[in-house]
């Protein structure tokens, strides 16, 4: 059986965790703790053919292959995150890691045989009970936090779901009460999570672009399930949910890349999101912690962060309510 961790290296973890990105990055080399490469765009290929070959066999080991490198971050960054320049610079980045010349939200397809969906959707049909567990357990904490939150949702709450995939979410949801609207922007996702519900009367699958859907009538929350980081303007759909949910209504993001980085927002740049961007032109991006609350107080959200403490890597949720005091300083997260 594996020894917790000490009380003194958990102090030291969360000391280092303080520290900015660089400064962590060199503590950690210099301890031998971080083993990640740097490569440029021009081994991308090669490294992510090894990743290829590998998630043929082991969804796990291929994982962990990607675990080894990430790119090396282009120093020309505008400073300002707000700025059409520095959206500009993040698009630059995409191309490069995409090898594609534009985006457009169709490069968010997945390539997946229908038949076998229905009856073993991702996670299970990863074989890997590692990511299995995982996504059960950053399911459990949201749907938690749905129903601990502040504005405690019950059935039959109207939820707006965006960018559901599989639907596995979105069916924990349906089969618990809540009246559900899935927003998806690949219509084969669309198709797989209508024949995978059994009570159609409370889904709605809606084929579209999040950031061109319009509410007839004000949801009672809306929830992002690691698809946020995927709206290619996402301070413009956090200003469409002040339209989108009622007055007093939460917004959920879970398991989205909001973390410590060395750059506010932009294209991620490890090893499984460069095999994702590159292999199918996803837009993967992350956003540093305190870019993340600057833009829901710009936007006029309040954000506080509700970790369940289970698992270090997805059990993370974001929970933003209408701003009522626009003047205070970014909430730490
Ligand atoms: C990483 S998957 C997450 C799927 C699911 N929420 C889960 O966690 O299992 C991201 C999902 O967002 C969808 N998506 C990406 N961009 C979108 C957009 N602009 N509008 C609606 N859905 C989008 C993708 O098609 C995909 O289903």
Request: proline share 14%; glycine share 10%; hydrophobic share 15%.
């Given at each position: 059986m594996g020894r917790s961790p000490s009380l003194s290296s958990l102090i030291a973890r969360q000391m280092i965790d303080r520290l900015p990105v660089e400064a962590q990055r060199s503590l950690k080399r210099s301890l031998g703790r971080d083993v990640r490469r740097r490569i440029s765009v021009a081994d991308l290929d090669r490294e992510l053919l090894k990743a290829a070959d590998v998630f043929s066999t082991s969804e796990d080991d291929a994982r962990a292959l990607l675990e080894t490198f990430e790119l090396d971050l282009p120093?020309?960054?505008?400073?300002?995150?707000?700025s059409d320049r520095y959206r500009e610079w993040t698009w630059e980045l995409y191309r490069l890691i995409s090898g594609r010349a534009t985006y457009s939200s169709s490069n968010e397809a997945s390539p997946f045989d229908l038949e076998r969906a229905i009856q073993r959707p991702f996670p299970f049909q990863t074989g890997s009970a590692t990511v299995v567990g995982d996504d059960l357990v950053a399911r459990g904490h949201l749907l938690r936090c749905i129903g601990?939150?502040?504005?405690r949702l019950t059935p039959p709450a109207r939820i707006v779901e965006f960018g559901?995939?599989?639907?596995n979410l979105t069916l924990d949801l349906v089969s618990t009460g809540f009246d559900v609207t899935a927003v998806e922007v690949d219509e084969s996702f669309c198709t797989l999570i209508d024949e995978r519900c059994?009570?159609?009367?409370l889904l709605n699958v809606v084929h579209a672009d999040m950031l061109d859907f319009v509410a007839d009538d004000p949801y009672d929350a809306a929830i992002f399930f690691e698809s946020f980081?995927?709206?290619?303007?996402h301070l413009g759909m956090l200003k469409n949910l002040h339209e989108i949910v009622r007055p007093d209504g939460p917004i959920f993001f879970a398991s989205e890349p909001v973390q410590k980085m060395a750059?506010?927002?932009?294209?991620?740049?490890?090893g499984l999101s460069l095999w994702s961007t590159r292999t199918?032109?996803?837009?993967?991006l992350g956003f540093d912690s305190h870019y993340f609350s600057q833009a829901l107080e710009t936007t006029g959200w309040k954000g506080h962060r509700i970790r369940s403490?289970?698992?270090?890597?997805?059990?993370d949720v974001i929970l933003a309510l209408r701003d009522r005091?626009?003047?205070?300083?970014p909430a730490a997260m």
């Open positions: 120093t020309d960054r505008p400073p300002d995150p707000f601990n939150s502040r504005s559901p995939g599989w639907g059994s009570s159609p009367e980081h995927h709206c290619s303007d750059y506010p927002w932009g294209p991620r740049l490890d199918y032109g996803w837009l993967e403490g289970v698992s270090q890597r997805r059990d005091s626009s003047k205070s300083s």
